[in-house]
């Protein structure tokens, strides 16, 4: 519900930007040649803070801090979003131990264009493009009689680019709260190795041999995404 909701106000607003003939960017001190706008997602203290239920079910946003620099008069601008991730776990169940390394970087760049629909309300639409680049490696340890390890190296790399388009409220004249929505076209090569080392005992009086199998995937990744508006940013202006 929460989706749709978000969808049909970024439509509506999208359409008012143009129906208007608006061509101000949103308001900025007099003499000011710039505007610098710095953000960060807010998604995770809206869940804790809500207790949302869809906590299992992240928005498929993955830029965490975004950067926009604008000119003051004419709204025409250009923007930034990153979006790191470095994670290491572990798992042992007495049985099996897995060993997982992630390594994700997604970056956009693009420009824009502000609206100003009101005092608090503005609207901006522009072009990006993208990289990803993530990295996976996993290791798996089976202990048995005859024990075995599997190494597991995934890695993707995509590029591509897409139109965009954004909705922010003013709280103050320096603190802004937006969303926004995306289409992104992608593509790439996705790799992946596998090698199984297999422990052996070969009968009496308790022998082994370890047994080593690679295997190989090599293969092109292609995908059209379309990012509903379900992000949230708080964003700072100066």
Not at 21 to 49: S, T, Y
Not at 111 to 119: N, P, T
Not at 216 to 238: A, M, Q
Request: aromatic share 12%; net charge positive; glycine share 8%.
């Amino acid at each position: 519900m929460r989706r749709h909701l978000f969808a049909t106000v970024m439509a509506v607003c999208f359409s008012l930007s143009f129906t208007q003939a608006q061509e101000d960017a949103p308001q900025a001190p007099k003499g000011k040649l710039f505007q610098h706008q710095v953000g960060v997602q807010m998604n995770d203290l809206i869940r804790q803070v809500f207790n949302f239920s869809d906590v299992s079910n992240p928005p498929n946003n993955p830029y965490l801090l975004i950067y926009h620099l604008n000119l003051a008069k004419s709204g025409w601008g250009v923007r930034l979003g990153v979006g790191p991730e470095i994670r290491a776990f572990k798992n042992d169940d007495g049985i099996t131990e897995t060993d997982n390394d992630i390594f994700r970087m997604n970056a956009r760049l693009g420009f824009e264009k502000a609206f100003a629909l009101s005092d608090r309300w503005s609207v901006g639409v522009g072009l990006d493009g993208v990289y990803e680049n993530e990295l996976i490696k996993t290791k798996s340890t089976i202990r048995s009689f005859d024990s075995a390890r599997t190494d597991v190296t995934s890695k993707l790399i995509t590029t591509g680019g897409g139109t965009m388009a954004w909705l922010r409220y003013n709280v103050t004249p320096n603190i802004t709260i937006g969303t926004e929505t995306s289409f992104y076209y992608r593509v790439g090569t996705f790799q992946q190795g596998i090698t199984v080392t297999r422990k052996i005992v070969q009968g009496f009086p308790g022998g082994s041999q370890e047994q080593t199998t690679n295997s190989e995937i090599d293969t092109k990744e292609r995908s059209g995404t379309f990012s509903l508006p379900t992000v949230f940013y708080i964003i700072v202006r100066f």
